[in-house]
């Protein structure tokens, strides 16, 4: 006979599940709405979505300190916190994308934003987690619901996206659950504290089991990273998706995977455990590298933006390979800058989107912005300064994390990495420019009628604009946000 | 006036940012009414300014980033000072001299925040600020270069960005180390230059670091092997853009070179002394030659830049009171010649759409006055003795006559073959038969190119007789920047070379 199981309300500590309760409600009621009431227009939604994204950030801000629930499995720590401020607020100014000039297809179903509440809440469950079973729940919860918003874009190429993008996923899942296994063999739990205490109370015994187990959960966690060499997705994926989505998904899933990996990795980084720091310096170096050559060679600017935020991705990467507290910071810091910065740059897309192709093969072609800076001036500015910003040049807001991660590097002494890290941003720099260079020196095509700005609206000029004068006056700003990030980092201990 | 540094850098910025506002066809007279303004600041800096004090100046400090020691820091010694005022200068006479008919609202704007940038790199006591201003003012100048330049303009600006920008970034990173090795020696991070200042740095360090910086400031400079952006840049940049890139941008280089590399890396500096200089011959020697080759005025100019650059490195790793003051005002000559220079072959290539020599001739008798104004800014070009040219490369090359008087003999080369290469383009174009009748018809200087020529021509002379306002002051700044790197060099070698090398006029 099984055990009843007795405990008590306050050690469930209910209050852990609160965000992610509140997003899932939050979801359920658009679908309630829906039945009820058909034929609501979508600015409705969107603005449901908004408020319950702001109680879900009003219920997070409200933790402070380690809190554990659940029966454990939940984790808030001072990270998961932030992770999920940057979660929540990305995604508001992400539903504002949603009210652009022009109507597309997905917008009309009410369960887009149903499902977009449930990948938030996703996401939510595997930042606040250090249990491995739970990551995996909330990481597919996530992945399930972002499939089907890019499918829903009803294109041909957004139903080849989904599905190359879901056949990946389902292998990544399949990896972390496998390397789950191996670390729930070697040590008999799959919470990420007991595994690493037992890891090294064994003195890291069974060695190559131990490296099999990080192999598989790096594959996992890479493919939602896009780290080489699991990055091939993303470029097709990010093209098939519409422009805002695609934003979207170059920073908040990688954010909460980020967060997973630093948890993960910690465990190794923080011993010093050498064969580990090798397959991850080699995993970032890589993601450098090698997406760089690849942007320079794109005739599509979505995609050179999808090659350019692996390469960022993979300098990310490299904080957790250094692991000091400066470097998590870091982590952030970089994180969030660029989150406003490219953010910005798929806006700028996808107030540009247009149902005329031109003549074109693909959306957003470079030959399209030829000239862009005779037509709308403020625009073609605009695109420039993100683009300069991605670029990391001074003072615009992503220099300010690069050199901040580089300093954390430095002083890390990884002076190799820093100098790899340095040239890369100087390769970058040539595809950003080439964007620049197409919308400021060179004239329009013949028999060039593109419009711009066609699809932009009171929402998303707005959400531009906030974007613009974060990425200007970062300056200001930083040392504050700095403040709050390393309070945050400090107080749960990375 | 306490922030009147900050006002200098801003107050260009602001007024672009206002200039979006005003009508096309007066932002000519905008623009040049505002650098006027700039410049008459500047003057004003000039005459509060204390030559007996050789430290920093007018300085400001606002903490940016708190806990990392990043700031807002501002200030001005006599080896700025004259650096600023030639910028501001340059700049009002550049617009003044502007003839760009398109887009020119956005060129004029554009100049105007390349001013800020400009500026700020001289003021910068901040190394993170420093860096900003640095990198920030390629935007601009790969705007000016693309948008106006000539057919290969795009393959030029690029060039010109990508070429720098990579040598920066290696800096930033020595840069961010440097600031590393502060806060382990020290406990607390700053990344203020006079507090770097302080810092007294392991020699194989110093080593390393140095190469960081050299990468950033040599390509800028440009020295040899890194010299293949400018010709380009050169080639392909509209008038103003030329200017204000040889009068002005290269100055960051070698200004940079001056006020890291010498007092934060002084046995570095005094190992690299050499090998510098043998660069910098090389520059001199083989870019001098290449000069005489090229068909294009302009290039002529551009290679010829090259060239005297090496001379301003020569002088500033003689590492002597002499050679590094004596570059400072050879930056400043350069900076009003070649500038002028520039301005002089825009006045043909506007009136004929082309500026190779052959296609031109005899042009002494159809312009005389253009003829006479180019005679003058050759000779000081040259090094001719009461120009300005003269006394700039005469110190500096006294100044590494000290070190070796053999390689200083190989950059006397300068002299000659800057005499060769000016002299027969100025056969070429100017004396002689009128080869093509086109020619015949050319007006003379306008009133607009006379007005932008004319205070060229009185500086190159007034400087070339009278150098002592510039270079009293220059001469304290630099004696206290030899002092700390003569205190500061931790090798008893370096500390003997320094003290021998500045050993000129005293009784042996």
């Known amino acids: 006979m099984i055990e009843p199981i007795s405990i008590s309300l306050e050690e469930l500590n209910i209050p852990t599940l609160l965000p992610m ?241 630093l948890r993960f990795f910690e465990i190794f980084i923080s011993v010093e455990n050498r064969w580990v720091e090798v ?172 419009k711009f700005m066609e699809n932009s609206s009171n929402s998303t000029k707005t959400l531009v604009g906030i974007t613009v004068f974060l990425t200007i006056s970062t300056v200001i700003y930083i040392d504050p946000l700095l403040e709050v990030i390393s309070t945050y980092v400090q107080i749960s201990g990375y | 006036m306490e922030h009147i540094l900050s006002i200098l850098i801003f107050f260009p910025a602001f007024a672009a940012v206002l200039g979006f506002l005003v009508a096309k066809n007066s932002i000519r007279t905008y623009a040049i009414t505002v650098t006027t303004i700039e410049f008459i600041l500047s003057c004003y800096l000039w005459m509060n300014f204390d030559n007996t004090n050789a430290g920093m100046q007018f300085t400001e400090f606002i903490p940016l980033i708190s806990q990392y020691g990043i700031s807002y820091n501002l200030g001005i010694d006599g080896i700025s000072l004259f650096l600023v005022l030639m910028t501001t200068f340059m700049t009002m006479i550049s617009l003044i001299g502007l003839t760009e008919k398109r887009d020119l609202k956005h060129l004029v704007i554009t100049v105007l925040f390349l001013e800020m940038t400009m500026v700020g790199v001289f003021l910068a006591l901040d190394v993170i600020l420093f860096y900003v201003f640095w990198e920030l003012s390629l935007v601009p100048m790969l705007y000016i270069v693309g948008a106006w330049g000539g057919k290969r303009r795009i393959y030029a600006a690029v060039k010109f960005f990508l070429y720098t920008f990579t040598g920066s970034l290696v800096m930033l990173v020595g840069m961010l180390y440097l600031g590393y090795v502060y806060f382990q020696a020290t406990g607390n991070w700053s990344f203020s230059l ?56 290269l100055k960051m280089g070698t200004y940079g070179f001056i006020r890291f590399s010498l007092p934060l890396f002084p046995d570095a500096s005094v190992s690299f002394m050499i090998p510098m200089a043998i660069l910098a011959i090389i520059a001199i020697i083989y870019t001098g030659m290449v000069a005489y080759a090229q068909e294009d005025i302009k290039q002529v100019i551009a290679y010829s830049s090259v060239s005297h650059m090496g001379v301003i490195i020569l002088g500033i790793f003689a590492l002597n009171v002499e050679g590094i003051g004596g570059s400072i005002f050879l930056m400043v000559s350069h900076g009003i010649v070649s500038g002028a220079l520039f301005i002089l072959v825009g006045v043909i290539y506007d009136r004929t759409g082309t500026k190779m020599m052959n296609e031109f001739g005899g042009l002494a008798k159809v312009m005389p006055m253009y003829a006479t104004v180019f005679g003058i800014m050759l000779m000081a070009s040259v090094g001719l003795p009461l120009t300005i040219g003269f006394v700039g490369e005469f110190l500096s090359l006294l100044g590494f006559f000290a070190v070796s008087p053999l390689l200083t003999g190989l950059a006397g080369m300068t002299i000659i073959l800057g005499a060769v290469y000016m002299l027969v383009l100025y056969k070429k174009t100017f004396y002689g038969p009128i080869t093509n009748p086109i020619n015949e018809k050319l007006k003379d200087l306008s009133g607009r190119e006379i007005s932008a020529l004319i205070p060229l021509v009185f500086l190159v002379v007034y400087l070339g007789v009278h150098p002592k306002p510039i270079l009293e002051p220059v001469d304290n700044s630099v004696k206290q920047l030899v002092q700390v790197m003569y205190l500061k060099s931790v090798e008893p070698t370096s500390k003997a070379t320094i003290a021998s090398v500045n050993s000129i006029g005293e009784m042996k």
Not at chain 1, 158 to 168: D, V
Not at chain 1, 199 to 207: E, P, Q, S
Not at chain 1, 329 to 351: K, S, V
Not at chain 1, 380 to 395: H, Y
């Open chain 1, 21 to 261: 309760m509140v997003a899932i409600i939050g979801a359920l009621v658009i679908l309630c709405i829906d039945l009820a009431v058909k034929n609501l227009h979508k600015s409705l939604y969107v603005m449901l979505t908004i408020l319950v994204l702001i109680i879900d950030l009003g219920t997070v801000i409200g933790y402070s300190g380690m809190t554990r629930g659940f029966f454990d499995v939940m984790l808030v720590d001072g990270i998961a916190v932030l992770t999920q401020i940057i979660i929540l607020i990305s995604s508001a100014l992400f539903v504002l994308l949603t009210l652009s000039q022009q109507r597309f297809h997905e917008y009309k179903y009410p369960e887009y934003f149903a499902l977009f509440l449930f990948m938030v809440a996703g996401f939510q469950f595997m930042v606040a987690s250090d249990n491995l079973i739970l990551i995996f729940v909330g990481l597919e919860t996530a992945s399930l619901a972002l499939y089907t918003l890019i499918a829903m874009h009803n294109r041909d190429k957004s139903t080849e996206a989904a599905i190359k993008y879901f056949t990946m996923g389902a292998l990544a899942a399949a990896f972390i659950a496998f390397g789950s296994m191996i670390f729930y063999a070697l040590t008999g739990s799959i919470e990420l504290g007991q595994i690493s205490a037992s890891l090294v109370a064994n003195d890291f015994a069974n060695y190559p089991f131990i490296l099999l187990g990080v192999v598989f959960i790096l594959g996992g966690l890479g493919f939602k990273l896009s780290l080489v060499p699991f990055h091939t997705w993303a470029p097709d994926v990010y093209e098939g998706s519409n422009s805002a989505l695609a934003g979207y998904m170059s920073i908040v899933p990688k954010i909460a995977t980020f967060v997973v990996a």
């Open chain 1, 279 to 450: 397959i991850l310096y080699i995993i970032v170096v890589l993601t450098m590298t090698i997406p760089n050559m690849a942007a320079l060679v794109q005739k599509d600017v979505k995609r050179m933006l999808a090659f350019s935020s692996i390469s960022h991705a993979g300098f990310v990467m490299g904080a957790i390979l250094v692991g000091t507290s400066q470097a998590t910071e870091g982590l952030f810091l970089y994180w969030i800058l660029f989150a406003f910065t490219n953010f910005g740059a798929f806006a700028m897309l996808w107030i540009n989107r247009s149902k005329n192709s031109y003549g074109y093969s693909t959306d957003h072609p470079f030959e399209k912005f030829a000239g862009f800076v005779k037509i709308s001036p403020v625009g073609a500015v605009i695109m420039g300064l993100f683009m300069l910003s991605l670029a990391g040049i001074p003072p615009f807001s992503l220099f300010w994390g690069k050199m901040f991660l580089l300093s954390a590097t430095i002083n890390a002494d990884y002076i190799i990495l820093a100098l790899i890290m340095a040239l890369n941003s100087a390769i970058a720099a040539y595809y950003y420019l080439k964007l620049i260079v197409y919308m400021f020196l060179k004239d329009a095509e013949q028999n060039n009628f593109v």
């Open chain 2, 194 to 249: 006079m507090d770097w200042n302080m810092l007294i740095l392991p020699i194989d360090m110093q080593m390393w670091l140095f190469a960081a910086f050299f990468l950033g400031f040599a390509i800028k400079v440009p020295m040899v092997p890194f010299h293949t952006w400018l010709p380009y840049a050169h080639g392909q940049a509209p008038t103003i853009g030329s200017v204000i890139l040889a009068a002005i941008l």
